[in-house]
Protein backbone atom coordinates (compact mmCIF):
# COMPACT_ATOMS: atom_id res chain seq x y z
CA UNK A 1 0.00 0.00 0.00
CA UNK A 2 1.22 3.60 -0.63
CA UNK A 3 2.19 5.63 2.20
CA UNK A 4 -0.71 7.83 3.13
CA UNK A 5 -3.39 5.49 1.69
CA UNK A 6 -5.28 4.38 4.57
CA UNK A 7 -5.68 7.49 6.11
CA UNK A 8 -6.57 8.59 2.89
CA UNK A 9 -9.56 6.04 2.29
CA UNK A 10 -10.81 6.74 6.38
CA UNK A 11 -11.36 10.16 5.21
CA UNK A 12 -13.22 9.16 2.14
CA UNK A 13 -15.75 6.89 3.96
CA UNK A 14 -18.10 10.87 5.17
CA UNK A 15 -18.88 11.34 0.96
CA UNK A 16 -21.35 10.68 -0.88
CA UNK A 17 -20.39 6.71 -2.21
CA UNK A 18 -19.65 7.87 -5.92
CA UNK A 19 -16.96 10.06 -4.49
CA UNK A 20 -15.49 7.80 -2.45
CA UNK A 21 -11.76 6.16 -3.21
CA UNK A 22 -12.82 2.41 -4.67
CA UNK A 23 -10.40 -0.02 -2.86
CA UNK A 24 -9.25 -1.76 -5.62
CA UNK A 25 -7.79 1.41 -7.34
CA UNK A 26 -4.80 2.60 -5.62
CA UNK A 27 -2.29 1.14 -7.78
CA UNK A 28 -4.33 1.93 -10.85
CA UNK A 29 -1.80 3.88 -12.24
CA UNK A 30 0.79 1.28 -12.17
CA UNK A 31 -0.84 -1.34 -13.87
CA UNK A 32 -1.02 -2.43 -17.78
CA UNK A 33 -3.79 -1.19 -20.09
CA UNK A 34 -5.19 -4.41 -20.38
CA UNK A 35 -5.45 -4.87 -16.58
CA UNK A 36 -7.12 -1.72 -16.29
CA UNK A 37 -9.71 -2.80 -19.00
CA UNK A 38 -10.38 -5.81 -17.71
CA UNK A 39 -11.02 -3.75 -13.86
CA UNK A 40 -13.65 -1.12 -15.80
CA UNK A 41 -15.29 -4.21 -16.96
CA UNK A 42 -15.53 -5.77 -14.08
CA UNK A 43 -17.06 -2.55 -12.77
CA UNK A 44 -19.59 -2.31 -15.54
CA UNK A 45 -20.79 -5.64 -14.58
CA UNK A 46 -21.41 -3.87 -10.77
CA UNK A 47 -23.68 -1.51 -12.97
CA UNK A 48 -25.85 -4.20 -14.06
CA UNK A 49 -26.38 -5.61 -10.95
CA UNK A 50 -26.94 -2.15 -9.12
CA UNK A 51 -29.88 -1.52 -11.90
CA UNK A 52 -31.21 -4.73 -10.93
CA UNK A 53 -31.81 -4.40 -7.31
CA UNK A 54 -34.14 -1.15 -8.91
CA UNK A 55 -36.15 -2.64 -11.21
CA UNK A 56 -39.52 -2.07 -9.06
CA UNK A 57 -38.58 1.52 -9.03
CA UNK A 58 -37.63 1.45 -12.86
CA UNK A 59 -40.80 -0.12 -13.45
CA UNK A 60 -43.06 2.13 -11.18
CA UNK A 61 -41.55 4.78 -13.36
CA UNK A 62 -42.21 3.20 -16.62
CA UNK A 63 -45.63 2.92 -15.72
CA UNK A 64 -45.92 6.56 -15.04
CA UNK A 65 -44.76 7.30 -18.52
CA UNK A 66 -46.89 5.54 -20.21
CA UNK A 67 -49.49 6.36 -18.34
CA UNK A 68 -48.91 10.23 -18.88
CA UNK A 69 -47.94 9.43 -22.95
CA UNK A 70 -51.20 7.67 -22.73
CA UNK A 71 -53.29 10.94 -21.30
CA UNK A 72 -51.58 13.15 -24.07
CA UNK A 73 -48.84 13.99 -21.37
CA UNK A 74 -44.93 14.39 -22.08
CA UNK A 75 -41.62 12.97 -20.20
CA UNK A 76 -39.04 15.42 -19.63
CA UNK A 77 -36.17 14.67 -18.50
CA UNK A 78 -33.74 17.88 -16.62
CA UNK A 79 -29.76 16.51 -15.58
CA UNK A 80 -26.44 18.47 -15.77
CA UNK A 81 -23.33 16.88 -17.17
CA UNK A 82 -23.04 13.27 -18.14
CA UNK A 83 -26.44 12.83 -16.46
CA UNK A 84 -27.75 15.31 -18.29
CA UNK A 85 -26.29 14.18 -21.96
CA UNK A 86 -27.72 11.04 -20.87
CA UNK A 87 -31.35 12.53 -20.67
CA UNK A 88 -30.80 14.05 -24.04
CA UNK A 89 -29.52 10.92 -25.86
CA UNK A 90 -31.83 9.50 -24.80
CA UNK A 91 -34.90 11.83 -25.67
CA UNK A 92 -33.18 11.88 -29.14
CA UNK A 93 -33.13 8.06 -29.89
CA UNK A 94 -37.03 8.03 -29.18
CA UNK A 95 -38.61 9.28 -32.47
CA UNK A 96 -36.46 7.33 -34.76
CA UNK A 97 -37.02 4.45 -32.50
CA UNK A 98 -40.81 4.59 -31.64
CA UNK A 99 -41.94 7.44 -33.86
CA UNK A 100 -42.95 8.94 -31.64
CA UNK A 101 -43.34 13.10 -31.27
CA UNK A 102 -39.94 14.88 -30.32
CA UNK A 103 -42.56 16.74 -27.93
CA UNK A 104 -43.41 13.43 -26.06
CA UNK A 105 -40.10 12.93 -24.57
CA UNK A 106 -37.78 15.71 -23.87
CA UNK A 107 -34.79 16.96 -22.22
CA UNK A 108 -33.08 20.11 -20.98
CA UNK A 109 -29.44 20.10 -19.66
CA UNK A 110 -27.59 22.74 -17.25
CA UNK A 111 -25.71 24.88 -19.44
CA UNK A 112 -28.32 24.55 -22.18
CA UNK A 113 -27.31 23.51 -25.92
CA UNK A 114 -23.23 24.15 -25.15
CA UNK A 115 -23.19 21.75 -22.52
CA UNK A 116 -23.93 19.22 -24.46
CA UNK A 117 -19.74 19.54 -25.91
CA UNK A 118 -18.11 20.84 -23.32
CA UNK A 119 -18.35 21.26 -19.45
CA UNK A 120 -20.24 25.00 -18.47
CA UNK A 121 -18.63 25.37 -15.53
CA UNK A 122 -21.26 26.31 -12.17
CA UNK A 123 -23.97 25.46 -14.20
CA UNK A 124 -24.97 22.52 -12.34
CA UNK A 125 -25.10 24.85 -9.32
CA UNK A 126 -28.03 26.61 -10.00
CA UNK A 127 -31.34 25.57 -8.70
CA UNK A 128 -33.12 28.80 -10.48
CA UNK A 129 -31.85 27.16 -13.31
CA UNK A 130 -33.53 24.04 -12.80
CA UNK A 131 -36.89 25.80 -11.53
CA UNK A 132 -36.57 28.08 -14.80
CA UNK A 133 -36.49 25.01 -17.42
CA UNK A 134 -39.67 23.17 -15.65
CA UNK A 135 -40.94 26.58 -16.47
CA UNK A 136 -40.03 26.92 -19.78
CA UNK A 137 -41.04 23.44 -20.20
CA UNK A 138 -44.62 24.30 -19.04
CA UNK A 139 -44.96 21.38 -17.51
CA UNK A 140 -47.88 20.18 -15.44
CA UNK A 141 -50.16 17.23 -13.94
CA UNK A 142 -50.29 15.28 -17.17
CA UNK A 143 -46.09 14.96 -17.11
CA UNK A 144 -43.39 13.28 -15.46
CA UNK A 145 -40.54 15.17 -14.98
CA UNK A 146 -37.45 12.62 -14.09
CA UNK A 147 -33.89 14.35 -12.88
CA UNK A 148 -31.19 13.09 -13.07
CA UNK A 149 -27.91 12.86 -10.61
CA UNK A 150 -25.65 10.56 -9.91
CA UNK A 151 -25.02 12.17 -6.57
CA UNK A 152 -28.54 12.74 -6.10
CA UNK A 153 -28.22 16.01 -5.02
CA UNK A 154 -27.22 18.10 -7.72
CA UNK A 155 -28.98 21.95 -7.02
CA UNK A 156 -30.37 22.46 -10.74
CA UNK A 157 -31.80 19.13 -10.82
CA UNK A 158 -33.23 19.54 -7.10
CA UNK A 159 -34.55 22.66 -8.51
CA UNK A 160 -36.26 21.83 -11.10
CA UNK A 161 -38.15 18.34 -9.30
CA UNK A 162 -39.26 21.08 -6.68
CA UNK A 163 -40.93 23.38 -9.65
CA UNK A 164 -42.27 20.50 -11.06
CA UNK A 165 -43.39 19.06 -7.68
CA UNK A 166 -45.05 22.45 -7.34
CA UNK A 167 -46.92 22.30 -10.49
CA UNK A 168 -48.24 18.87 -9.90
CA UNK A 169 -46.13 16.63 -12.08
CA UNK A 170 -45.10 13.14 -11.49
CA UNK A 171 -41.59 13.60 -10.47
CA UNK A 172 -38.80 10.54 -10.24
CA UNK A 173 -35.02 11.14 -9.37
CA UNK A 174 -32.89 8.69 -11.36
CA UNK A 175 -29.30 8.82 -9.00
CA UNK A 176 -26.81 6.72 -7.44
CA UNK A 177 -26.29 7.91 -4.15
CA UNK A 178 -29.24 7.98 -1.40
CA UNK A 179 -30.55 10.94 -1.14
CA UNK A 180 -28.77 13.01 2.40
CA UNK A 181 -32.60 14.34 2.87
CA UNK A 182 -36.12 12.17 1.95
CA UNK A 183 -36.08 13.03 -1.70
CA UNK A 184 -39.51 15.08 -2.18
CA UNK A 185 -40.16 12.80 -5.30
CA UNK A 186 -43.16 10.61 -6.48
CA UNK A 187 -40.64 7.71 -7.52
CA UNK A 188 -36.48 7.32 -6.74
CA UNK A 189 -34.70 4.99 -8.71
CA UNK A 190 -31.65 4.27 -6.50
CA UNK A 191 -28.80 2.14 -8.48
CA UNK A 192 -26.19 1.88 -5.96
CA UNK A 193 -23.02 1.96 -8.10
CA UNK A 194 -20.99 2.79 -5.22
CA UNK A 195 -17.14 4.14 -5.57
CA UNK A 196 -15.64 4.82 -9.20
CA UNK A 197 -12.30 3.13 -10.33
CA UNK A 198 -10.90 7.05 -10.87
CA UNK A 199 -12.57 8.42 -7.85
CA UNK A 200 -15.76 10.59 -8.64
CA UNK A 201 -16.19 10.27 -12.34
CA UNK A 202 -19.45 8.93 -12.85
CA UNK A 203 -19.23 9.00 -16.61
CA UNK A 204 -17.88 5.44 -15.89
CA UNK A 205 -20.28 3.31 -13.54
CA UNK A 206 -22.95 5.62 -12.52
CA UNK A 207 -23.48 6.96 -15.91
CA UNK A 208 -23.61 3.17 -17.40
CA UNK A 209 -26.40 2.25 -14.77
CA UNK A 210 -28.34 5.73 -15.63
CA UNK A 211 -27.84 4.27 -19.37
CA UNK A 212 -29.55 1.19 -18.40
CA UNK A 213 -32.42 2.80 -16.57
CA UNK A 214 -33.29 5.26 -18.91
CA UNK A 215 -33.44 2.82 -21.75
CA UNK A 216 -35.63 0.59 -19.64
CA UNK A 217 -38.14 3.55 -18.80
CA UNK A 218 -38.77 4.54 -22.31
CA UNK A 219 -38.56 1.57 -24.17
CA UNK A 220 -40.77 -0.28 -21.83
CA UNK A 221 -42.99 3.05 -21.93
CA UNK A 222 -43.31 2.60 -25.58
CA UNK A 223 -43.86 -0.97 -25.44
CA UNK A 224 -46.82 -0.52 -23.58
CA UNK A 225 -48.12 2.00 -25.83
CA UNK A 226 -48.12 -0.49 -28.94
CA UNK A 227 -45.12 1.15 -30.63
CA UNK A 228 -43.40 -2.71 -30.96
CA UNK A 229 -44.47 -5.59 -31.92
CA UNK A 230 -43.29 -8.51 -31.77
CA UNK A 231 -39.76 -7.49 -30.74
CA UNK A 232 -40.29 -5.30 -33.78
CA UNK A 233 -40.13 -1.24 -33.98
CA UNK A 234 -43.14 -1.30 -36.26
CA UNK A 235 -43.40 2.55 -35.73
CA UNK A 236 -39.99 3.41 -37.36
CA UNK A 237 -39.71 6.10 -40.19
CA UNK A 238 -37.87 4.58 -43.08
CA UNK A 239 -36.11 7.73 -44.12
CA UNK A 240 -32.87 6.49 -45.33
CA UNK A 241 -31.65 3.60 -47.02
CA UNK A 242 -30.91 1.03 -44.42
CA UNK A 243 -34.62 1.75 -42.56
CA UNK A 244 -36.37 1.37 -45.60
CA UNK A 245 -34.72 -1.85 -45.92
CA UNK A 246 -35.84 -2.62 -42.37
CA UNK A 247 -39.08 -1.81 -42.90
CA UNK A 248 -39.81 -4.17 -45.96
CA UNK A 249 -37.72 -6.63 -43.88
CA UNK A 250 -40.41 -6.36 -40.92
CA UNK A 251 -43.10 -6.60 -43.21
CA UNK A 252 -42.23 -9.56 -44.84
CA UNK A 253 -41.39 -11.45 -41.68
CA UNK A 254 -44.98 -10.02 -40.04
CA UNK A 255 -46.91 -11.19 -42.93
CA UNK A 256 -44.96 -14.19 -44.01
CA UNK A 257 -45.29 -12.59 -47.68
CA UNK A 258 -42.53 -13.02 -50.15
CA UNK A 259 -40.13 -9.75 -50.29
CA UNK A 260 -42.00 -8.45 -53.47
CA UNK A 261 -44.97 -8.77 -52.13
CA UNK A 262 -44.25 -7.29 -48.81
CA UNK A 263 -42.88 -3.96 -50.81
CA UNK A 264 -45.71 -3.64 -52.74
CA UNK A 265 -48.13 -3.57 -49.54
CA UNK A 266 -45.41 -1.58 -47.78
CA UNK A 267 -45.80 0.92 -50.67
CA UNK A 268 -50.01 0.93 -50.35
CA UNK A 269 -49.61 1.94 -46.72
CA UNK A 270 -46.86 4.91 -47.85
CA UNK A 271 -44.33 3.11 -46.57
CA UNK A 272 -45.65 2.85 -42.55
CA UNK A 273 -45.01 -0.62 -41.53
CA UNK A 274 -47.92 -1.31 -38.96
CA UNK A 275 -50.46 -0.36 -41.26
CA UNK A 276 -49.06 -2.32 -44.21
CA UNK A 277 -49.51 -5.47 -41.35
CA UNK A 278 -52.83 -4.22 -40.37
CA UNK A 279 -54.03 -4.52 -44.04
CA UNK A 280 -52.68 -7.81 -44.42
CA UNK A 281 -54.57 -9.39 -41.09
CA UNK A 282 -57.65 -7.35 -41.95
CA UNK A 283 -57.95 -7.30 -45.74
CA UNK A 284 -58.70 -3.46 -45.78
CA UNK A 285 -56.73 -0.54 -47.33
CA UNK A 286 -54.42 1.42 -45.93
CA UNK A 287 -57.41 4.23 -44.74
CA UNK A 288 -59.34 0.82 -43.53
CA UNK A 289 -56.62 -0.37 -41.84
CA UNK A 290 -55.58 2.96 -40.23
CA UNK A 291 -58.84 3.09 -38.47
CA UNK A 292 -58.65 -0.40 -37.50
CA UNK A 293 -55.76 0.15 -35.66
CA UNK A 294 -57.28 3.02 -33.77
CA UNK A 295 -59.48 0.95 -32.57
CA UNK A 296 -57.82 -2.37 -32.00
CA UNK A 297 -54.42 -2.20 -31.70
CA UNK A 298 -51.88 -4.24 -33.78
CA UNK A 299 -51.42 -6.60 -31.26
CA UNK A 300 -55.13 -7.39 -31.19
CA UNK A 301 -55.46 -7.69 -34.49
CA UNK A 302 -52.78 -9.99 -34.93
CA UNK A 303 -53.58 -12.26 -31.97
CA UNK A 304 -54.93 -15.09 -33.92
CA UNK A 305 -51.66 -16.07 -35.34
CA UNK A 306 -49.43 -15.61 -31.82
CA UNK A 307 -47.57 -18.39 -29.95
CA UNK A 308 -46.28 -18.75 -26.89
CA UNK A 309 -47.29 -18.24 -22.89
CA UNK A 310 -48.08 -14.24 -23.91
CA UNK A 311 -50.33 -14.64 -26.61
CA UNK A 312 -53.86 -12.69 -25.97
CA UNK A 313 -56.83 -12.92 -27.57
CA UNK A 314 -58.28 -9.60 -28.90
CA UNK A 315 -60.25 -9.73 -26.24
CA UNK A 316 -57.79 -9.60 -23.51
CA UNK A 317 -55.32 -7.06 -24.79
CA UNK A 318 -57.50 -4.03 -23.39
CA UNK A 319 -57.04 -1.91 -26.87
Known sequence: MRSGAGSSRASSTK??????????????????????VRQLHDEDVVA???????????????TAVANALRAGGRFLYIGAGTSGRLGVLDASECPPT??????QVQARIAGGRRALTRAVEGAEDDADAGASDVRAFDAGPLDVVCGISASSSTPYVRGALREAKRRGAHTVLVCCNRPGTRADVDTLVLARTGPELVAGSTRLKAGTATKLILNAITTAAFVALGKVYRGRMVDVRPVNAKLRARAARMVAELTALPASEASRLLEAAG????????????????????????????????ASGRKGPH?????????
Not at 20 to 36: F, T
Not at 311 to 319: K, L
Request: glycine residues 10%; positive net charge.
Open 311 to 319: ARSPRSTGR
Open 15 to 36: LPPTERLHPRADDLDLRSIGSV
Open 98 to 103: FGSSPS
Open 271 to 302: GEVKVAVAMHFTGLTARGARKRLQENGLRALG
Open 48 to 62: VRAVRSALPAVIQAA
